[in-house]
């Protein structure tokens, strides 16, 4: 007993000693516990986002966030971004995205001075480094019949139904880099990805660079969207299937070395089918649409149009390709693939249009029998969008 409590007083005089005469600094402990920093993050500055919210989440401009997994908005819940805004998203592929559910919103109101950028974190950003935006809503798809919905390749979230007026928020000057991580061979992010998004969405000014898939695509719906930039892309750039029937004016489209279609056109998904009922296919507006390649002996195609797809194009500029127009198809109006029948009938037309560096303007293989004027006419009338005036600043030339 005696021997115990002399040694306790002995340690006591020595820390009293220690603490009085050492000149070492301070040990400092910090809390870098998940509820701080999350995932190991030691910078307390940094806020990490991803998870389901059932509330609505405002993004503070003093904040630095960084998306490093899912991030959606459950239905009745809005997304608020700041102008001038960046986010960036780990490098992790196809699990790491955003995406508005039905019935929710997204508020990204960026400015041509502030664009509000989405982007990779690694050193050395690439294509597919992280997923994209993925936007849902309620307005007609044809893959299904009447109110019925479809699931999302890339989170499984319903989309479509039957209010082609719904609304999903605002995009304004925003640009998604080094997006399109592929989950599978079928399940693949875009830089934008629309399912079923209806025409009161207000969506302008935006931009996909470096995209690992498709810079753009609609899956159905009927939004319209303003100012389109897609700079390589490597698949697609502008892709629209399962009855897209919206307005893409003032769209500029530029290849890199990796590359597919400037636009590849379905009427309806071919891998689920045309479930409509009563029948309808894709059928968009395409106002001042350029699409720049890397010449003629590349062998590629700018617009790609199948699977019974209409479309009513004017003033087109192709540059740089083998091939202007490639239209695919079945023989006949009752046929799964009438791509042709929409030329016939005025459903699908080009008014118009300027080829430079562009060996075959048109290839028919619709097994339908028209000529090149019953499809095209005003050939040499096109001039190009003014990319240089409206994505000045904000977007990657």
């Excluded at 479809?150 to 209010?163: C, K, Q, V």
Aim: aromatic content about 8%; proline content about 2%; overall charge negative.
């Amino acid at each position: 007993m005696k021997t115990n409590l002399f040694l306790a007083f002995t340690i006591v005089a020595l820390l009293f000693s220690s603490c009085t005469t050492d000149d070492t600094a301070d040990i400092i402990i910090n809390d870098n516990s998940v509820t701080n920093n999350g995932n190991g993050n030691n910078n307390p500055d940094i806020e990490f986002l991803s998870g389901t919210y059932t509330t609505d989440l405002t993004l503070d401009a003093n904040t630095e966030y960084v998306l490093n997994g899912s991030l959606i908005m459950a239905t009745g819940t809005t997304l608020t971004i700041p102008a001038g805004m960046t986010i960036e998203a780990l490098a992790a592929g196809s699990n790491v995205y955003i995406a508005i559910s039905q019935g929710a919103k997204i508020i990204a109101n960026g400015t041509a001075d502030n664009p509000i950028i989405l982007t990779s974190n690694a050193s050395d950003p690439a294509a597919g480094d992280w997923g994209g935006l993925i936007i849902l809503g309620k307005a007609p798809i044809n893959s299904v019949s009447g109110s019925a919905t479809s699931t999302s390749e890339i989170a499984s979230l319903p989309y479509g139904g039957t209010d082609a007026n719904d609304d999903s928020g605002i995009i304004r000057y925003v640009r998604v880099d080094y997006s399109g991580g592929a989950a599978d061979g079928q399940s693949e992010n875009n830089g934008f990805s629309f399912y079923g998004v209806g025409n009161e969405t207000i969506v302008e000014y935006i931009q996909a660079f470096e995209g690992k898939d498709d810079g753009v695509e609609f899956f159905g719906g009927t939004v319209n969207v303003n100012f389109v930039s897609v700079v390589n892309a490597q698949d697609d750039s502008i892709d629209w299937t399962e009855g897209y029937s919206g307005t893409i004016t003032n769209a500029y489209v530029k290849h890199g070395a990796e590359h597919d279609k400037g636009v590849e056109a379905d009427g309806y998904n071919t891998d689920i089918g045309n479930n409509s009922s009563p029948l309808f296919w894709s059928k968009p507006t395409v106002n001042n649409l350029t699409i720049i390649g890397n010449g003629s002996a590349t062998g590629n195609e700018a617009i790609r149009l199948r699977a019974g797809t209409q479309g009513i194009f004017s003033n087109v500029y192709i540059e740089g390709f083998e091939e202007g127009f490639d239209l695919d198809g079945d023989a006949g109006a009752t046929s799964n693939n009438p791509t042709g029948t929409g030329v016939l009938n005025g459903d699908l037309s080009v008014t118009d249009v300027t080829f430079v560096d562009v060996i075959t303007k048109m290839k028919n293989d619709t097994g339908d029998t028209f000529t090149e004027e019953d499809f095209i006419s005003g050939d040499g009338n096109a001039t190009a969008t003014d990319y240089t005036t409206w994505g000045a600043n904000w977007t990657i030339l």
